[in-house]
Structures are given as C-alpha cells and as structure tokens.
T-cell receptor, first 119, second 113 residues
C-alpha cells in the first residue's frame, strides 16, 4: 500500500514552454503533498507544500509564479513549470502524506521522480 | 532551528565489511526519524523509520538504526555490505507541525570488491 506515482518519468522541453508534472496517490487519500527539487549530487530541497483545495505554501526563494502547484483532489497534485529555462532542469520529486489504513500521518510516501531537461 | 547533519559526504567500504552511516539531528521535540536510499536517477526508498518505542529499529535489506536521544543521533548500520548497497543514503527528520520532512545532505556509499 501507500504508492505514489509521477508522470512523466522524464520530459524534455524547449526553453520558454511550460511543462506539467503529475503526482498521484494510488491507494490512499493524500491530505498533503510536497514537491521537492533535487540538483545533481545534492539533497532534496522542499519547494512547496500543497493541501487539497487550498493554495500551496511555497518555501522561501521559490517563485510561485514559475512553479504552479494545483492540488485539485485528494489523489492528485500537479506541478507546472511555466516558461521553463535551462536552469529549471532538475529532478523533481513529489511525496504525499495520507490518512486511513496503511499510512502514518507523519510518514511521507515518495514518487519515483521526474527528470526535466530544458533545452 | 531544525536540522539534520550527515557528517560524511561519502564513504567507501569493502564488500562484506560492516557499515555505519552517521546522522545527527537538531529538533526540540521527540523526532520522527527516517533513513532513505536513492540509487542514481531513482526516487527515494524508505529503509526504516522510528516513531516511538524500541530505539533499535530494523529495516529492509538488512539495515538497522539506533535512536540515541542523549546524542541526538540516528545512525544506520549494516553488518555486511553488498555491492548492490552502493547508493546515496539520506537521513531525515519529520517535523510534527505541518508534516514537513527535513533531509540531511546525504552520504554516498561506495562498495569496493
């Protein structure tokens, strides 16, 4: 149980275009989802926290107009990188915190990540 | 402020040798503690977690970790390392307010034959 998926697993886009990454909790309802960014050989940097039906809370230094987060349902959150540039190339990972059987309220369940390359 | 320190950026051990990866945290309340492993280009896999109770926690793949409150540590151990254990290991602390998780910088494990 407690599986989180991400789609796509990797994407290449041209500079100036936008790209959407989906994060889904497959077998539980995610009350809270998190989006992380990971630079090569670095740790995970929390970008934002999203709760279903409300606006995301962004960490300091993260541009909310560039990284649009929508948590439309208890099983789906999306991250849209708008007007992407090469410096946005990175590995993006989502995680979810859920409720109900099979989950712990303080344990995050991670997706497999999305490799974004902006050319 | 809450923080997680993994003092070793990388460690090299011989296959079959024992392993200990260090983790120290700074957090005012009782922490929720995690160890994750990440292979190149992959997501994070949970090795083990500590929420309460027995301070020696068993995880997957033969790993264990011990929570020592007096030392604010949660070191990861394995008695005999396999070549497939070569990966990046992250220690993390769960923050009870807001459900956030703070990650250490990671320790890259190299295994030599």
């Amino acid at each position: 149980g407690a599986v989180v998926s991400q789609h796509p697993s990797r994407v290449i886009c041209k500079s100036g275009t936008s790209v959407k990454i989906e994060c889904r909790s497959l077998d539980f309802q995610a009350t809270t989802m998190f989006w992380y960014r990971q630079f090569p050989k670095k740790s995970l940097m929390l970008m934002a926290t999203s709760n279903e039906g409300s606006k995301a809370t962004y960490e300091q230094g993260v541009e909310k107009d560039k990284f649009l987060i929508n948590h439309a349902s208890l099983t789906l959150s999306t991250l849209t990188v708008t007007s992407a540039h090469p410096e946005d190339s990175s590995f993006y990972i989502c995680s979810a915190v859920g409720g109900g059987s099979g989950t712990h309220p303080y344990e995050q369940y991670f997706g497999p990540g999305t490799r974004l390359t902006v050319t | 402020a809450q923080s997680v320190t993994q003092p070793d950026i990388h460690i090299t051990v011989s296959e079959g040798a024992s392993l200990e990866l260090r983790c120290n945290y700074s957090y005012g309340a009782t922490p929720y503690l995690f160890w994750y492993v990440q292979s190149p280009g992959q997501g994070l896999q949970l090795l083990l977690k500590y929420f309460s109770g027995d301070t020696l926690v068993q995880g997957i793949k033969g790993f264990e970790a011990e929570f020592k409150r007096s030392q604010s540590s949660f070191n990861l151990r394995k008695p005999s390392v396999h070549w497939s254990d070569a990966a990046e290991y992250f220690c993390a602390v769960g923050i009870t307010g807001g459900f956030k998780t703070i990650f250490g910088a990671g320790t890259r494990l190299f295994v030599k034959a």
